[in-house]
Antibody, heavy 120, light 110 residues
Framework: EVQLVESGGGSGQPGGSLRLSCAAS????????MNWVRQAPGKGLEWVSY????????YYADSVRGRFTISRDNVKNSLFLQMNSLRDDDTAVYYC?????????????WGQGTLVTVSS | QSVLTQPPSASGTPGQRVTISCSGS????????VYWYQQFPGTAPKVLVY???QRPSGVPDRFSGSKSGTSASLAISGLRSDDEATYYC???????????FGGGTKLTVL
């Protein structure tokens, strides 16, 4: 069974840092590109970042570029999001997702999400 | 404003068939596979449709996705009260170099 489990959320101060992790199980992470998607309270879904299966291609939403860094460890089957220079509007539930994909239409999966609250 | 355009709301009565549209462009829906998600308040989105029209195991065949050109749609037949949720479409966008979402459609079962 495919599972994605996020962790690392919590409270952070404006200008501070947090590191999110996503543990994948039930499949080999090395075979898939991955995304981080977030949802602010009462709002819709917002894509944050993408990383290709071999980490050679990474993309970011304009709202986080230069502040967030996506990475992965295919050996440990884990995905990460380093969040620096946090802002109030980064407050959201962050989801680790497999799909949508840049090329294929393979089945997608989402984690349960981890809440990040940025407040002074 | 979302790159993909969905109606903010839709409604139907039990047993009816409703359709939710998702409009995009050549750089997104026109070139890539569409996904549909169902989300209940306080929970993570659930994949309803992937690859334009494929259903994950466990998703009833009352839900069906289709795509034509730069638009896609999600049809729900035999509407039930527990279908009340918000539905999102998503796909990759070449111009944006990222995943784009619709703004979400809140479905009400009258």
């Amino acid at each position: 069974e495919v599972q994605l489990v996020e962790s690392g959320g919590g409270s952070g101060q404006p200008g501070g840092s947090l590191r999110l992790s996503c543990a994948a199980s039930g499949f080999s992470l090395s075979g898939y590109s991955m995304n981080w998607v977030r949802q602010a309270p009462g709002k819709g879904l917002e894509w944050v970042s993408y990383i290709s299966s071999g980490s050679d291609n990474v993309y970011y939403a304009d709202s986080v570029r230069g502040r967030f860094t996506i990475s992965r460890d295919n050996v440990k089957n884990s995905l990460f999001l380093q969040m620096n220079s946090l802002r109030d509007d980064d407050t959201a539930v962050y989801y680790c997702t497999r799909g949508p994909y840049r090329i294929s239409g393979a089945e997608g999966y989402w984690g349960q999400g981890t809440l990040v609250t940025v407040s002074s | 404003q979302s790159v993909l355009t969905q109606p903010p709301s839709a409604s139907g009565t039990p047993g009816q068939r409703v359709t939710i549209s998702c409009s995009g462009s050549n750089s997104n829906i026109g070139s890539h596979y569409v996904y549909w998600y169902q989300q209940f308040p306080g929970t993570a989105p659930k994949v309803l449709v992937y690859g334009n029209n494929q259903r994950p195991s466990g998703v009833p065949d009352r839900f069906s996705g289709s795509k034509s050109g730069t638009s896609a749609s999600l049809a729900i037949s035999g509407l039930r009260s527990d279908d009340e949720a918000t539905y999102y479409c998503a796909t990759w966008d070449d111009s944006f170099s990222g995943v784009v979402f619709g703004g979400g459609t809140k479905l009400t079962v009258l």
